[in-house]
């Protein structure tokens, strides 16, 4: 089947959960028996959104092949189960670095470079990439691509040029325009407002966009007559306006959306095969989220933590591990900024297991590096990932090896003991953007580690974010005192998960484990971390 194409636009406002409606519409037509892709088109003109503060774009999201993403890129993937690639994300900066390197190449014979043709042909060949049929990846049936920011912004323009272009060349059966917009509930009137919808798609069409289906984003159903007047002034059918009504929780909205008969009316447009879904999984998922058989408090001490979105992924792999462990997880979030000796044990009270996640740079280090003391003094279930494992092994150097200096190069340039140092590779890189060591590299288990025991193997592949490393000049000294390499990379000796001996559950991972837990397979070792909580707490 020829690979059709669904675009999702956003208006009115940012925030709505166009990443979200994208990933519940591919995970319906999935359950469809149909194969789907998702691109998110990034408008601003950071070429990935590696170099950005979390506080400006929240987490970035690394692909197996190491590429540095938007955050939708997880949501896409926990949805569904399937790994992307660096062709899911694309940005204005991206396209427009390389529409310039064509230019400087003599590609364009002279001709003056515009933003139509030569942008908006970059951005249709983005597109039109995901339908190619490869050897080891086959054309998908549906691609769900998702436009960033809000109808209406001048960055987004050349995005919604390119798929106004594309409607003529690909022909209506195989392309559908969705438009998620705002339908506010005003509470002391007692009533929807229609309006800023019908200005939101009067803008679209101004620049030649008619949506065939709009996507409500409320606090209430919409009722019938409101929708019936949203069709009757936006120009689409009676029954291609939809709720996308607030949710408990986001596993729930491919339910709700279903219930709404979306999926339905998509396949219908699109001419796709007339399959029942099978939602039997996601019916599982959704009563075992609402229905848990215990609780467990898991704090997560970070410098990010005024702003979730940070930690997206991993506040989902935890939901994750809960969900199969059949407990809720309450999230604690914990500024490392503030965490002392002093206030310590009162932070950390009533918390079943305290994590410490990735990061760059000194601001928190040493709240994150107390908050380790006081999890491996007290027996309390660890999990550190990235900077969180780093930061473990300086603890531990100080406290234990009583190294009172020890600390990264990257901290202190020049500490006696450097337990972390730069990688060898990375020594001499300047550039920042897409330097790291990034995406999926392999590493061995010890058999008898705890690791080991979550995966159920010893030979795994995981995906990295970072520049600094375990250093083994100093491998002997913790090993004999207990902290144990209880994974490393067969290639290269680096230590990719350290594991404390004599502790119920102290784990400590160079990787980041949660770019690959989903719905359908949540990751061993948050499944672990959340049942040695479990344990901890005597639920």
């Not at 959104?49 to 929240?58: I, K, R, S």
């Not at 060349?169 to 969705?178: T, V």
């Not at 190294?403 to 337990?419: G, I, L, Q, R």
Request: net charge negative; aromatic share 8%; with cysteine.
């Amino acid at each position: 089947m020829k690979t059709k194409f669904i675009f999702i636009t956003g208006g009115v406002l940012s925030s709505l959960g166009k990443g979200l409606s994208a990933a519940s519409i591919g995970a319906l037509l999935k359950t469809r028996g149909l194969t789907v892709t998702i691109q998110k088109l990034d408008p601003y003109i950071n070429v990935d959104p590696g170099t950005m503060n979390p506080y400006q774009h929240g987490e970035v999201y690394v692909t197996d092949d190491g590429a540095e993403t938007d955050l939708d890129l997880g949501h896409y993937e926990r949805y569904l189960n399937t790994a992307l690639s660096q062709k899911n994300n694309t940005t204005s900066g991206s396209i427009y670095y390389k529409v310039i390197t064509k230019e400087r190449h003599g590609d364009y014979l002279g001709g003056t470079v515009q933003v139509i043709p030569h942008i908006t042909d970059e951005i249709k060949n983005a597109i039109l990439s995901l339908a190619k049929d490869e050897p080891e990846n086959p054309a998908p049936d549906v691609a769900i691509i998702e436009i960033g920011g809000t109808v209406g912004d001048i960055e987004g323009l050349p995005f919604l040029e390119a798929i106004r272009q594309l409607r003529s060349e690909l022909g209506r059966d195989n392309c559908l325009y969705i438009h998620l917009t705002l339908v506010p509930y005003l509470r002391s009137a007692g009533e929807h407002k229609t309006k800023p919808t019908q200005h939101s798609v009067k803008e679209l069409r101004s620049i030649g966009i008619q949506p065939d289906i709009i996507l409500c984003r409320c606090e209430e159903p919409v009722p019938a007559d409101l929708r019936a007047k949203i069709a009757l002034f936006c120009n689409v059918d009676k029954d291609a306006v939809f709720s996308a009504v607030d949710v408990s929780n986001i596993y729930e909205l491919p339910l709700k959306l279903y219930e709404e008969g979306l999926d339905q009316k998509v396949a219908i447009m699109l001419r796709l095969p007339a399959r029942n879904a099978k939602l039997e999984p996601w019916e599982e998922l959704v009563h075992n989220v609402k229905n848990p058989q215990g609780r467990v408090t898991i704090a997560i001490v970070g410098k990010y933590v005024e702003l979730k979105e940070a930690y997206k992924s991993l506040h989902e792999a935890l939901v994750h591990g809960g969900i199969a462990n059949r407990v809720a997880v309450d999230l604690r979030y914990v500024n490392s900024e503030e965490v002392t000796a002093e206030n310590v044990a009162e932070t950390f009270k009533g918390a079943d297991g305290i994590l410490v996640p990735g990061g760059f740079g000194y601001r928190g280090v040493e709240g994150k590096i107390e908050s380790i003391r006081y999890a491996r003094e007290n027996n309390v279930p660890f999990f550190g990932i990235c900077l969180g494992m780093q930061c473990a092994v300086i603890e531990f150097a100080r406290n234990v090896l009583k190294m009172k200096d020890a600390n990264s190069t990257e901290m202190e340039p020049s500490t006696k003991h450097p337990v972390i140092d730069l990688m060898e590779e990375q020594k001499g890189v300047t550039a920042k953007g897409g330097t790291m060591r990034l995406g999926g590299y392999p590493c061995q288990l010890r058999p008898d580690s705890k690791a080991a025991a979550a995966y159920g193997a010893t030979d795994i592949v995981e995906r990295h974010r970072h520049r600094y490393e375990f250093n083994n000049d100093y491998l002997g000294d913790f090993e004999s005192h207990g902290m144990i390499p209880a994974g490393v990379n067969p290639e290269t000796g680096l230590v990719e998960v350290v594991e404390l001996t004599g502790h119920p559950w102290f784990v400590g991972t160079q990787y980041h484990p949660e770019y690959k837990s989903t719905v359908q397979r949540p990751h061993p070792l948050f499944v672990a971390f959340v049942a040695a909580a479990l344990k901890y707490s005597g639920n």
